[in-house]
């Protein structure tokens, strides 16, 4: 017996275990006490009261990712939109796939510059002789200078660049149209095809072709490198909103009547 127990005193003093600096190891798990735990009664219950707060509020965490999320989403989309408007932008160099066509859709896309229908629209409402027809000119007239100005300003105060970031041209500063978002030339030619369409008699044919020349001068700056396919599509958006808006708000004949005698000088104000 004294033997057995000498061997085992040996053999504890030999194990590495219960050496001082390892005795933690031997110790049962303990539960972690929190900062304010054991030194007053203040402690159990700021522990108790975060408990709770996580147990009532589980989706703080999901909240807190949301807004990360949100902005990966649209960064993604963003860069796809660029991806692809560059992509089909084929005619914007002269050395692009698209390059035999570039004549061919520019002069598609001068279609939808704001100069040529403002100038039309004013000669017309010079040579026209009937009311009816210079109440629809002059409300036309009306819907093109809104357009003008209000993709103007949202231009101005977006300055979003092109795929391509061409600098804009001359007939660009006349229109102030210097940015890419949102595209003018697509806001301008919806509200034109739903004015025509709505106040002109035209033949199912006409119709057609006027809502694919809508759709083609929106594709034509794609083609161009001068929008993205997001610009355009607000675009159509805005010019569909702005024909809408002057159907609400239609000037009558004789309002349009004192608008033409005042802007040709011709008004005399009643006494």
């Known amino acids: 017996m004294p033997g057995s127990q000498a061997r085992s005193r040996a053999r504890d003093r030999n194990n590495v275990l219960n050496r001082p600096e390892f005795l933690s190891l031997n110790q049962p798990p303990r539960r972690e006490q929190g900062s304010g735990e054991g030194r007053g009664s203040g402690g159990p219950r700021r522990a108790a009261f975060r408990q709770q707060s996580q147990q009532e509020d589980p989706g703080e965490d999901c909240m807190q990712l949301n807004p990360s999320f949100r902005g990966i989403a649209i960064n993604s989309l963003l860069a796809i939109d660029i ?137 034509s700056r794609v083609l161009l490198g001068k929008h993205h396919l997001s610009d355009v599509g607000c675009g159509f958006a805005l010019g569909f909103l702005h024909f809408n808006l002057v159907e609400s708000v239609w000037l009558d004949s004789a309002t349009c009547q004192t608008l033409i005698s005042i802007g040709t000088l011709r008004w005399t104000p009643l006494v």
């Open 83 to 219: 991806s692809l408007s560059k992509r089909l932008g084929v005619c914007a160099g002269v050395q692009g796939s698209g390059a035999p066509l570039r004549s061919m859709v520019t002069l598609l896309a001068l279609t939808g510059h704001a100069l040529p229908w403002l100038l039309g629209t004013l000669i017309c409402l010079w040579m026209s002789n009937t009311m009816a027809g210079q109440e629809v000119l002059v409300n036309l007239l009306l819907a093109l200078i809104l357009d003008l100005m209000t993709v103007a300003g949202m231009q101005k105060l977006v300055k979003r660049r092109g795929p391509w970031d061409f600098p804009p041209g001359f007939l660009d500063y006349i229109a102030m149209d210097m940015y890419s978002f949102p595209a003018a030339h697509a806001s301008r030619a919806v509200m034109v095809s739903k004015f025509l369409l709505n106040h002109l008699v035209l033949a199912v044919p006409l119709r057609i072709l006027l809502y694919l020349w809508a759709l083609l001068v929106g594709v």
